[in-house]
Structures are given as structure tokens and as C-alpha cells.
């Protein structure tokens, strides 16, 4: 048994913002991917998924009814028989490894699912986001459903806001441009849960409250607009200003090492830098009008391109 593949995602912009309403724009990306299999000779990796995949379905069972329910009996039979979720996605990278595995599940054993072939109208997509963040907050603490969504449908999503989601079309890539957003890899693995209570902690104060509303997520909204207009000017220059705010008060959700190279890349225009996903580790987002010359100030670190401009 082999089930579809299902793909990681790139928040590019609305990290943190969009728990607090802000515009946000997520996108698939095919690089990597995973599939449900089973097997009967488990390797190391296998085995854990397999335990892993044990406690979900018990953790299943729970879910309010009325909002999803799924084939249990198949799945604790397919589990026992050695099902695991085979993935190149990386976990604690901030691509959607939780996501996928989420969006694999649902497709498989949900029973009345919605199914990417029918008219996704916007009641279909917040349902649709309803379910995933149920299900996903077994891994997360609490999750927005966001990225099972965009696995699942493998189609950029435009958050507008908690209760306004919409399936959006992107600029196609000009492959041969120079400008690039790029993955950079923290060599280290980010834990979500504790960045976000980081955040929740931080919310508490008035000044941290202001200027998540008249900075960073004024900034993120723009970015979002310019991004879909195809205005890689001022695309750019919004997007500076969001990784000096990142910089400047997103602080813990950097690791430490980064802190020199993000400012760098503020002082030279050389590129940007934001948070991918809740940071603490995994990838870093680049933003650069010039990727040779992005290479050339962070040689030494692995660079993924995921779009050219």
C-alpha cells in the first residue's frame, strides 16, 4: 500500500501576524513531500512514525463529531499492519511535516470529505481549516489548520484574515530573473510550542501590542499586496522593514548565530531575512534582488531557491 504524495509548504508571509489577523500567503512546495505506506519489516524511523500514528488515531476518536469523523477500525488495523508516514519533509523546519502527514490522514480516512475537485467555496475552505486545526493540534499545542489546508489542496492560500481564507493564483516564476526567495538552513531544528508562548507572553504587554499592529503586521500585509501585484520594488522595500521589526523584537525566535548575518543583510541590501514558520531553528526565508550575490555574502550556509522573481 502506497497513498498520494503530499507536500510541504512555505509560509512566505503572516508568521506570528496571522494569529493576530494579519494578511498572510502560504504556498506548496513540491520539493518535499510524503506519502502514507505500509510495511511489515519497519526501519528505525518507520517505527516511530507507526507509534506515532497509534496515538493519533486514539487522539481521532476525540474530535467533536460534528465537525469531522474518520474510519477508525481500518485506520487501527492499517496501523497495526505497519503503517508509517514516509516523508522527506524535515521536522521542526517550519516546511509543514505535521501538515502533511494531516492532510495524508484526512484523505484517507474521513468519511464525507471535501475533495479539492469541487467548487472550494469560502465556507468549504474555513471548514475545511476548522478540521485540520483540530486534528493538527495534536502535534502542535494549537494549530491554525493552515498548513494541512495548503498540503492538501497543494494550491497558494490567501489568509485575509481568521474568517476570510481564499485559494489565489501567484506570479509565475521568471526563471531566469535574478531575484530569488530562498530557504536558509539554521542547521538546527525549531520547537514550535515554545516560540509561540514566547508570543502569547509578549502579547501581554501594551508596547509589544502596538507594534505588532502598526509595524509588523502593517508591513506583512503590504508585503502580502505587492507579492500577488508582482511589484518586486516595493516588495522589497516592505519587506525590509519587516525584517528590521523581526529583528528588532522578535529577537528569541532567531537563533543566536543569526543575528549578525539578518543585520548584515539589512545594512548591504545584499538580502532579507525572516522567520519561517515559528523559528527558534529550521529554515530561515531570504528575500534577494540578486542571488549570486546572496550566495556569495552567506557562503558557507545551504541555500534552497523556492521562488525567482
Known sequence: MKGPLFYSKILLFGEYGIIKDSKGLSIPYNFYNGALKTDKNLTESAKKSNQSLGRFVAYLETIEPSLVTFDITAMRDHVKAGMYFDSSIPQGYGVGSSGALVAAIYDKYAFDKITVLENLTRKKLLRLKAIFSAMESFFHGKSSGLDPLNSYLSIPILINSKDNIEATGIPAQQ????????????????????????????MKQEGFRNMLKNQF????????????????????HNTKKLSKVVLNHFKPMIPKQFHELWKKGIETNDYYLKLCGSGGGGYMLGFTKDIEKAKQALSGYKLEVVYNF
Not at 531566469?176 to 502569547?200: H, N, Q, R, Y
Not at 508591513?219 to 520594488?233: P, S, W, Y
Open 175 to 202: 526563471t531566469a530573473g535574478k531575484g530569488a526567495v530562498f530557504l536558509l538552513d539554521s542547521g538546527t531544528i525549531g520547537e514550535t510550542a515554545p516560540m509561540v508562548s514566547i508570543f502569547m507572553e509578549n
Open 217 to 236: 503586521i502593517k508591513h506583512t500585509d503590504a508585503c502580502v499586496e505587492n507579492f500577488l501585484m508582482g511589484d518586486i520594488k516595493a516588495l522589497f
